[in-house]
């Protein structure tokens, strides 16, 4: 209902009412709702950030009336003079109008669109600037050199709304313009939708863009320096080129995002979800990645000297010839992670981490690694071909084919490096080789190899165990043999058949076992 006195007050006449308004702005908003005007002159009346929702104005004259910020919801305006009003960031949403109407093309135009729900509504180069279409439906419109000057688009649709190549303040003929460096008033998009969107080359520095949905937009070459996009949907973009300098991307979610040349260093990326996103080749110098979900994202040959990874989400990541250097880490999860002898762990700060997620098998299991240790402990000096076993481990078989991928393979070095059990009966036995080594070819003539030995001893010979003795040194003589030819090289590993070995075609059960706990059956011969 309407404030009784501010009734009274404007009884009293235009001028008096806008003067006393004026002097009192702890009354505002002044509040006329469901208040009764019909037919009232009301020229140049000072209504601005008034509440006049639901009251009835019909036949009223408002001509030149201030009507800025007023909520003219469910209001009636039927057969009003509103020519020369201003009606800037007023709330249309519900209002009454009709034919008789007499109001300024643009705002009849924002009254359309807040409330008549048309898709794909064709708006090339229509002036919108400081209207309110907050929540409105602008699904696939065509805003093309649309004046978007000071629009509040607070919530509003813009789902595959075409603002590319716009120039939405009619200052640059080329761009997207939405910058609050370059507006009096800047635009309102906190919540918008702009999901599908076409927004390369839009400039939208500055910006609070908090919790905007960007799923799936172009932001290919946009200027989103300064921009607050805390909590921002970028899922699914496109970001090549993307301007990021200075711009606050805590919590926002990057899943399976396509980065390409885009700068992300000293970027506040804490709490952001970039899993599964393609970071590769990025600058990341001293970004903050504190508690960054990273998981099965691209980070190869990334740029991550001294930033803030501390309790980030590395699991499996790809992270191969990646710059660590001087990267903080503590507390995250490295499970699965592959890097290689190019990934740079030199002067990494690690007190300690993680080799499951959800805070899982810490290490050090208590206190902290010393200074340099984690970097002694995970830097790889080679590659590695990873053996997966998913039914145990023949390991009379095993030791055939490792041997003769050695023989065959005279300038390979080989070296089993690990043998870890992943569960379900799963074991992983990790052969370190050089880096240039052709670690395919290695995979594909081992498994080969262990097939034939396994499927030899398990169909001939598995009724008696002593055959399978006899059979298995039958195929070591000519590999023995051969072996005698490779004495000289210095380093090489090398595997004898032991019909007593520590393993004897059993399968392991501890969680990891490292090289020299193999016992008898893998040896380093030195000539």
């Known amino acids: ?169 009619g200052l640059n003929t080329n761009e997207v313009n939405l910058s609050a460096q370059d507006l009096a008033i800047k635009a309102y998009l906190s919540r918008a939708n702009f999901s599908n969107a076409n927004l390369s080359h839009a400039n939208l520095s500055g910006l609070d863009l908090n919790e905007i949905n960007f799923s799936e937009a172009n932001l290919n070459s946009a200027n989103l320096s300064r921009a607050n996009l805390n909590k921002a949907n970028l899922a699914w973009s496109t970001l090549r080129g993307t301007d990021f300098t200075g711009a606050n991307l805590s919590k926002a979610n990057l899943y399976k995002a396509k980065f390409s040349g885009t700068d992300l260093s000293q970027l506040n990326l804490s709490g952001a979800n970039l899993s599964e996103a393609n970071l590769s080749g990025l600058n990341l110098n001293k970004a903050n990645l504190s508690k960054t979900n990273l998981s099965e994202a691209n980070l190869s040959r990334v740029n991550f000297s001294r930033a803030n990874l501390t309790g980030a989400n590395l699991t499996r990541v790809e992270a191969l010839k990646t710059n660590f250097i001087q990267a903080n880490i503590t507390g995250a999860c490295i499970e699965d992670w592959n890097i290689n002898s190019a990934t740079s762990l030199t002067d990494v700060i690690c007190d300690y981490i993680y080799l499951r997620q959800n805070q899982q098998e810490r290490r050090p299991s208590s206190g902290n690694f010393a200074s340099g240790e984690f970097t002694k402990l995970f830097q790889k000096s080679l590659e590695t071909v990873d053996l997966i076993f998913r039914n145990g481990v023949d390991w009379d078989a095993f030791a055939y084919s490792f041997k003769k991928v050695e023989v065959e393979n005279q300038a390979v070095r080989l070296d089993v490096q690990s043998i870890e059990k992943k569960g379900d009966g799963i074991l992983v036995v990790r052969v370190a080789v050089a880096p240039d080594a052709d670690k395919a070819k290695i995979h594909s003539e081992f498994i080969q190899g262990y097939e034939f030995a396994a499927k030899a001893l398990k169909v001939e010979y598995q009724a008696r165990l002593e055959d399978q003795d006899k059979v298995i040194n039958q195929l070591f003589s000519t590999i023995n043999q051969q072996n005698k030819l490779l004495a000289e090289t210095s380093g090489k590993v090398s595997i004898y058949y032991q019909p007593n070995s520590q393993f004897d075609s059993g399968i392991v059960d501890a969680n990891t076992v490292n090289a020299d706990q193999i016992g008898g059956n893998i040896q380093n011969k030195d000539a």
């Open 1 to 169: 209902m309407a404030n009784e006195k501010h009734l009274a007050m404007l009884r009293q006449g235009i001028e008096t009412w806008n003067e006393w308004i004026g002097k009192n702005p702890d009354e505002i908003p002044a509040d006329f709702s469901e208040a009764n005007f019909c037919k009232v002159d009301l020229c140049k009346v000072n209504f601005g950030g008034a509440d006049l929702s639901s009251a009835d104005l019909s036949g009223a004259n408002l001509c030149c009336a201030d009507l800025n910020n007023t909520d003219l919801s469910k209001t009636n305006l039927s057969e009003v003079n509103l020519s020369g009003a201003d009606l800037s960031w007023a709330n249309l949403r519900g209002t009454i109008i009709n034919q008789q109407t007499v109001i300024d093309k643009k705002w009849y135009l924002v009254w359309e669109i807040l409330n008549q729900d048309v898709i794909e509504r064709n708006l090339v180069e229509v002036d919108l600037s400081n209207a309110d279409l907050s929540r409105a439906n602008l699904t696939g419109a065509n805003l093309n050199k649309a004046n978007l000057k000071g629009t509040d688009f607070t919530g509003a649709n813009l789902n595959k709304a075409n603002l590319s190549g716009s120039a939405l303040c």
